[in-house]
C-alpha cells in the first residue's frame, strides 16, 4: 500500500466523521442532542479547511475555515439553542421512521451519491478530491433528513446540514469558491436563520407548538 | 508444515482453553472495581467449572440425546475456531487451513446447537432464550460477515492470517474505514456474548435475559462446559479483534520460541486492555429492551457498510 | 452611475423604512423610492441603447440586450405595484389585518426584495446571482407570512422549506461549474464564475460537468420559476400573502428565476453540443403547463386560480426558450413581458375585488360589474388577455410559441392547443359569474387604484398591436444572444 501523507489521513478521517455525523443526525431523536450534532459537524468542516488551507496555502481558506467555526460552530448552535430555550421545545423528541428502514436509504443513498461524484472525482485535480463523494452524500443525507422529519427545527437542521456539505463539495473539488461567494451564501445562511427565528415565533404563537402536521392544511380540495 | 509447528498450534489451544476463565473472571474483576464493589477473584470462573465438574448431572426426563450432545459439540466447535483464529501466530496448521467466513460458519454451528438444545426440553424459558438468540444472531451475522468483508477487501484476501500479515506489516496509518469497522465489530461482540446494552450476563431476569435462559435446563459437567464455552467464545472474539485491528506482536512468519516469547505476553497485555475496555463500556451502558437490540445490532451494520463505503469513496483517489 | 442608483435606491430604501419605523407617509415614501428606480432603470436604458452592452465594477455587473429589458420591466412594475399597494395596504390596515410595525416590515422588505431581484438580473457572477435568488426568498417569506393567518403561516413555511432545498441544488450546480470553468480560467478564481468569461470559453468547458451542473441549476432555479414538479409552494405562497406580493412574485420573481435558467442554458448548450438542456426544458415546461392546466379546474380560491395560471404561462415560456432559436427566443421574451404586465394587473384587480367582497373565494365574489365597474371591466380585460385572446400581447406571443412549435417540435403542438383551450374555458367559466353575476354587496366608499391596472393593460394592448422598432430591435438582439439550436 502507497504511503499516504499525514495530513491527507486527516482530511480523510475528517471526510469520514461527516459522513459518521450525518448519519448519526438522521438517527437522532432529540432536537438539542441535533443541534450539538450541527456543531460538531460544523467543527470537522472547519478542521478540514484549515487543512487543505495549510497544504495549498491559499489564504482565503483560511478566513473561510474562520467564518465556518464563528457562524456554524459557535453562532448559529448558540442561536438554536437560545430558541430552543425560548420555545420551550427542549425536550421535543420526535418518533422517526422506522430507524433501520431510514438507515438503509441513507446506505442506498450514499452508494448514489458516490456514482454521481465519480465522474467529477476523476476530473478533479485537487489533493481532497476523494472526498467529494462524500460531500455529495452529506448533502442528499441531510435532504433525506428533511425529507423524514416532522418538526420545523429538526427540518433546519437538516437545512443547514445541507449547506454543510455544499461547503465540503466546494472545499474538496475546486479549494473553495471565490470570496465574494462565500461571503455571500454565509450571509444568507445568517439571514435565512434570523428569519427562521422570527418565523418560529409566528408559529407557535399561531398554533403553540413546532409540529409541522398543523401545516398540512393548504391542499389541492376537490 | 513442520513438526515444530503442530506443537506450537497445540500450545496456542491450550493457551486459550486455560486463558479464557481468566479472561472471563478479568472483566469481572474490572467491572467490580469500576462499580465501586468488592472484585471477585480472578480464578473464579475456574473455581465455577472445577466445583460444576464434580457434581451429578440432572437431566429432564423428556430430554433427547441431543441435548446431552449439544455442549460437547458447542465447546468441540469453539475450540476449532480458537485453533483457527491467529492469537499468537500466522502460519500455524490449522490457522491457514480456514478463512474467515468458515469461522463465522463455525459461530452459527455453534450457535443452532445451542438453540435446538435450549428448545429440547421444551420449557418456556429455553424457547424463549433460542428465540432471542436466533434473532440476535440472525442480525449480528451478516454485520459481522461486512466487517470481515471490509478488512478482506483492504488486504485483498478472506483468509484471516493474510489480513493480519497485512495489517502488521503495513506502516501505522489512521484509517476511516478499519475505524468504522472497528467500531462495528465491537458492537457485534458485545451483541453476541450476551454482554451488556443486549443482556446481562450476570442476572436471570426473565423479561430480558436471553443467553442464561438457554442454559437454564443445564447442570453439573454439561453447564461447566457451556459456561466455558462461553469464556472460550469471548476469548475468541477478542482474538479476532485483535487479528483485524491491532495485530501488532503476532508472529508474522513461521513461528519460533523467541516468536512465542513475544507473542504471549503482547496477547496477554491486549486482553488486559481489552479486558478493562469492555468493562467500562459495560458499565457506562444501560440494558437495551430486548425490541431495541435490533436497532443496536443495524447501527453495528451501518457502521460496518459506512466502512466498506468511505474506504471505496476515499480509495477512489486514482 | 445609473446602476449604483438602481442598486443603490432601493437598498437605501429598505434601510430607511426599517430605521424609520411606521410612519403616516410610508407608502407614499415607498413609491417615491420605487419611482427613483425606475428612473435610474431608464437611465440605464438609454446609455445601453447609446452605448451597447455594458461592463462595469471590475467585471462584476453586466448589461446586455437581454437582462436590460428585465431591468425596465422589473423597476417599472415595482413602480406600479407600489402605487397599487398605497391604498390597498391602507385599507387593509383599516381592517386591522396588519399592524404598523408590519407595515414597516412590509415597505422594508419590499424594496429589499427590489434591490436583491435587480442585483440577481444585473450581477455577472453566477455565485452572486444564486446569493441575489436565495436573498430574494428570504425577503419575501416574511411577507407571505404578514397576516399572521395559519394558513400564510403554512405557505410561508413550505415557500421557505421548498425554494431553500431547491437553492441549495442550485448552489451546488454552481459550485460544479465553478469546477469546470476553474480548469480553463485558472485556478485563481477571480474571473470563473463571471459569465461573460464563461460565455467566451464556453465551447471548452468539460461537458459531463456541465450537463450534471445543469441539471441541479435547472431543478434548484426551476423550483423558484414554479415549474412542474417542484411548484407546490407557489400556489400558497401567492394566495396566503398580500396581493402586491403575489403580485410582484408572479410578475417578476418568476421571470427573475427563468432569466436565471436561460443564462446557465446558454453556457451549458455552448459546453455540450447537444440538445439534452433544450430537450429537458421543453419537457419541463410542457410538464408544467399540463399540470397547472388541470389544477386550473379544481380552485375556488381566486389568487391561487390565477397563481396556477402564472405556473403555466411560465411552462409556455419554459418551452419556447426550450425550442430556441430567433423566433422562438422573441415568442418567449415578449411572452415574459406581457405575462407579468397582465397578470400584475389581473391580481391589482383581484385585489380590490377580494377586499370588497371580504373574501377569496370566488363563489364569494359576485357581480363586479354592478359594485365598481373599473374593477370588474378591469379583471375581465385582464382575464381575456392572460387568456390570448386577440388584440392583446400575449395573444402575438403564444401564436409566435405555437406556429414555431408546429414547425419545430410538430408532437407538441396538439398538448399545447389543449392545455391552452383548457386553461380558456377554465378561467373564464370562473370569472365571467364574478363579474357578471347578481351581487347584494353595498357599493363601499372608497376609489379604487386602478391607474397601474389600465396601465399595464394599454401597454399589453399595445404590444399586441404594434411592437416599436427598438423594442423589437431589443428583443431580437436578445433573442440572438440566447441563441438554440
Known sequence: MPQIALD???????????????????????????????????????????????????????????????????????????????????????????VSGTMLAGLLIVVFAFGLAQPITQLASTATRSAIGIAVSVVLLAFLMMITRRKAMSQVVGFLSMENGLFFAAMSATYGMPMVVELGVALDVLVAMLVLGVFFFQIREQFDSLDLHHLESLKERD | MRPEDWLTQFIEIVAALAAAPIFLGWVSQCRAWLQNRRAPSLWLPYRNIRKLFHKEAVIAQNASRLFRLAPYVVFGTMVLAAAIIPSMGTRLPLVVSADAIALVGLFATARVFMALAAMDIGTAFGTLGARREMMVGFLAEPALLMVIFVASLLSASTALPAITEHLATQTLGLDPALAFTAVAFTLVLLAENARI????????????????????????RHLALMEWTTALKLFNYACIGFALFIPWGVATGHIGPLGLAVAIPTLAVKLALAGGGLALIETLCAKLRVMRAPEFLATAYLFAVLGLLVHVMLGARG | MELLLLLGLPLAGAAVFGLLGARREAPEINVVFSLGTFLAACALTVRVIREGSLLLWHEQFFIDPFNLFLVTLTAFVALTTSLFSRPYMRIESVHGRVTPGRLRLYHSMYQLFSFTMLLALTTNNMGLLWVAMEGATLSTVLLVTLYRTPGSLEAGWKYFILCGVGIAQALFGTILLYFAAEKVLGAQGVTALLWTHLDAVKSTLEPSVLALAFVFLLVGYGTKVGLAPLHNWLPDAHAEGPTPISAVLSGLLLNVALYAVVRCKILVEGSLHSTLPSRMLMGFGLLSLVLATLFLWRQRDIKRLFAYSSIEHMGIATFAFGMGGPVANFAALLHMTVHSLTKSAIFFTVGHAAQKAGSQLMDDIRGLITLSPTVGWGLMMGSLAILGMPPFGVFASEFLILTTAMREQPW??????????????????????????????????????????????????????????????????????????
Open chain 1, 8 to 98: 491527507q489521513q486527516l482530511l480523510d478521517a475528517c471526510a469520514a466523521v461527516m459522513l459518521l455525523l450525518s448519519f448519526a443526525m438522521l438517527s437522532q431523536r432529540r432536537i438539542v442532542s441535533l443541534v450539538n450534532l450541527y456543531a460538531v459537524q460544523g467543527g470537522a468542516l472547519a478542521t478540514a479547511t484549515l487543512l487543505v488551507a495549510w497544504r495549498t496555502g491559499e489564504g482565503h481558506l483560511y478566513l473561510s475555515a474562520a467564518l465556518t467555526i464563528a457562524l456554524k460552530v459557535i453562532f448559529l448552535p448558540w442561536l438554536l439553542h437560545r430558541l430552543i430555550r425560548r420555545l420551550e421545545v427542549y425536550w421535543d423528541t420526535e418518533p422517526l421512521l422506522n
Open chain 3, 412 to 485: 407538441a403542438t396538439p398538448i399545447l392547443l389543449a392545455a391552452l383551450g383548457i386553461a380558456f374555458a377554465a378561467i373564464f367559466g370562473r370569472v365571467q359569474p364574478m363579474v357578471f353575476g347578481e351581487t347584494r354587496l353595498r357599493r363601499l366608499p372608497h376609489a379604487p387604484a386602478l391607474l397601474p391596472v389600465f396601465t399595464h393593460l394599454a401597454i399589453v394592448l399595445l404590444l399586441g398591436l404594434y411592437i416599436p422598432p427598438y423594442l423589437a430591435d431589443w428583443y431580437r438582439a436578445a433573442a440572438r444572444l440566447i441563441g438554440g439550436p
Open chain 2, 197 to 220: 446494552p443486549v443482556d446481562n450476563p450476570s442476572t436471570h431476569l426473565e423479561l430480558t435475559m436471553i443467553h442464561e435462559a438457554m442454559l437454564l435446563e443445564y447442570s453439573a
